[in-house]
Structure formats: structure tokens, C-alpha cells
């Protein structure tokens, strides 16, 4: 019997999932482009993970999500998370990003700043790549240098991140180029 758990929602955006232990969430997961693919991350990510119906607490988080996703403004700062075994500069990351108000943004060199220094700001990028939880952590909100949309690991890429951010009303100074 496993402690792991995760559940499938319906969104503004799409189907989403959260999945969680006893100790809080430790994963949600963006639009992919159907049910099966999602439930395939899922138990790529938490192989032990069964499906299952909400805990009252992680069905009150779900209901924020969507909520947030339906663009009523919502930070989710204390929803609890179980962030066992992500590396400390990744939780640190993480807190910051948490800290970012729905409807605005901070850049990757912001983030190293309040790390240490702005040579951090790659680690950081890649920390936020590898964030189990986004829109709980909301690593939308962070931003490339000049206030450009950067890179975005959830499926959609930058598109997803435009469309999440323009349902919070941020502005995001966005001009397409061959790089993007």
C-alpha cells in the first residue's frame, strides 16, 4: 500500500493533475495534450503513485487552481508542499518564486540576487525547470532579462507561460524573435 497519490482536474487551461503524500503536494502537472499523458508523467515521476480521490485538503488546493487558472487571483503560498528530496537551492528557489504575487513577475536575475549573486541566474533557470509543482510554485512568473518570457519546461513552452500569465493580467514584454 503506498502513501503516493494523484488525481486528475479539469482547468481553464486543461486537464491537470496534482499528485501528493501524507505530508503535502508533491507534484502537479500542466496541460499535455490529453489524459493518457499525463497520467503517463504521473507515474513516470511517482512510480508508486495510485490514483485516488482528493484529501479534503488537496481537493481545496485543487479548487484554488482552478480558481487561479480561471483568473481569480489566488498566491497558494500555504498550500503544503513535500518537497522530500529536492535539493536545497532548488527549495530556496522555490520559496522565492512562491513569494511572487499572482499578476506579477521577477526575473531569473532577481532570483539569483537574493541567492547569492546574478551569476546564479542559470542555476536558477534550471532549478525552475526542474520544479515539481508549478503553478503552486510559480515559476511562470519568472522572467528572462528585460522582462522576456524565457524558457518554459511544461508542455506548450512559452505559449503556456504567455497564456498563464496573461490570465493573471501580467505584463510581459514579448516581441518574437528567431530564438524564440
Same mark, same amino acid.
Given at each position: 500500500?503506498?502513501?503516493?497519490?494523484?488525481?486528475?482536474?479539469?482547468?481553464?487551461?486543461?486537464?491537470?493533475?496534482?499528485?501528493? !503524500?501524507?505530508? +503535502?503536494?508533491?507534484?502537479?502537472?500542466? *496541460?499535455? $495534450?490529453?489524459?493518457?499523458?499525463?497520467?503517463?508523467?504521473?507515474?513516470?515521476?511517482?512510480?508508486?503513485? !495510485?490514483?485516488?480521490? *482528493?484529501? =479534503?485538503?488537496?481537493?481545496?488546493?485543487?479548487?484554488?487552481?482552478?480558481?487561479?487558472?480561471?483568473?481569480? =487571483? &489566488?498566491?497558494?503560498?500555504?498550500?503544503?508542499?513535500?518537497?522530500?528530496?529536492?535539493?536545497?537551492?532548488?527549495? $530556496?528557489?522555490?520559496?522565492?518564486?512562491?513569494?511572487?504575487?499572482?499578476?506579477?513577475?521577477?526575473?531569473? +536575475?532577481?532570483?539569483?540576487?537574493?541567492?547569492?549573486?546574478?551569476?546564479?541566474?542559470? &542555476?536558477?533557470?534550471?532549478?525552475?525547470?526542474?520544479? =515539481?509543482?508549478?503553478?503552486?510554485? *510559480?515559476?511562470?512568473?519568472?522572467?528572462?532579462?528585460?522582462?522576456? *518570457? $524565457?524558457?518554459? !519546461?511544461?508542455? +506548450?513552452?512559452?505559449?503556456?507561460?504567455?497564456?498563464?500569465?496573461?490570465?493573471?493580467?501580467?505584463?510581459?514584454?514579448?516581441? =518574437?524573435?528567431?530564438? &524564440?
Amino acid at each position: 500500500m503506498t502513501d503516493q497519490h494523484f488525481a486528475l482536474f479539469d482547468t481553464k487551461i486543461g486537464l491537470c493533475a496534482v499528485a501528493w !503524500s501524507p505530508r +503535502g503536494i508533491n507534484g502537479t502537472q500542466l *496541460p499535455m $495534450g490529453g489524459e493518457q499523458k499525463i497520467r503517463t508523467r504521473i507515474s513516470q515521476r511517482h512510480a508508486d503513485a !495510485s490514483e485516488a480521490e *482528493p484529501t =479534503p485538503e488537496v481537493q481545496q488546493a485543487i479548487d484554488r487552481i482552478v480558481k487561479l487558472l480561471a483568473g481569480e =487571483p &489566488d498566491d497558494l503560498t500555504d498550500i503544503e508542499l513535500d518537497l522530500e528530496g529536492v535539493p536545497d537551492f532548488n527549495r $530556496g528557489v522555490y520559496e522565492i518564486a512562491r513569494a511572487i504575487p499572482p499578476g506579477k513577475t521577477i526575473t531569473y +536575475g532577481d532570483i539569483a540576487k537574493q541567492l547569492g549573486g546574478v551569476q546564479l541566474s542559470r &542555476d536558477v533557470g534550471q532549478a525552475l525547470g526542474r520544479n =515539481p509543482c508549478p503553478i503552486v510554485v *510559480p515559476c511562470h512568473r519568472v522572467l528572462a532579462a528585460g522582462n522576456k *518570457p $524565457g524558457g518554459f !519546461s511544461a508542455n +506548450g513552452g512559452v505559449v503556456t507561460k504567455l497564456k498563464m500569465l496573461e490570465i493573471e493580467g501580467a505584463l510581459v514584454n514579448h516581441t =518574437p524573435s528567431l530564438f &524564440d
